[in-house]
């Protein structure tokens, strides 16, 4: 089992800046890779930010040039700097890990922290 339990969430105006981050427990050793999703009231869970496999990142196109996702594998930490903030970066955000096949290949989920951008 990965537990990940995230902070760093609020309230801040547009134009403002929010550092999310991710602690991972448990079996991170298991760990292959690492993301960031977002859930907004009535909308569906979507990927903000990820590691590949092959230590690549992705972001999506919506927040692209403003968020930088980064880790700390010593602490086992998973960051999301966001800049630039807009009322439509209003969600929860989520932190995802997924271990490796030997692991069970599994995903897990953290318990979200809650970002509001206010206009």
């Known amino acids: 089992q990965v537990q990940l339990v995230e902070s760093g969430g609020g309230s801040v105006q547009a134009g403002g800046s929010l550092r999310l981050s991710c602690r991972a427990g448990g079996r991170a050793v298991c760990i292959s890779t690492m993301s960031w999703y977002r859930q907004a009231p009535g909308k569906e869970r979507e990927l903000v930010a990820g590691?590949?496999?092959?230590?690549?990142?992705n972001y999506s196109d919506s927040v692209k040039g403003r968020v930088t996702i980064s880790t700390d594998n010593a602490e086992n930490m998973l960051y999301l700097q966001m800049n630039s903030l807009k009322p439509e970066d209003t969600a929860v955000y989520y932190c995802?890990?997924?271990?490796?096949?030997?692991?069970?290949?599994?995903?897990?989920w953290g318990q979200g922290t809650q970002v509001v951008v206010s206009s």
């Open positions: 590691f590949a496999s092959d230590g690549s990142t």
């Open positions: 995802s890990a997924h271990t490796i096949p030997v692991c069970g290949g599994k995903h897990f």
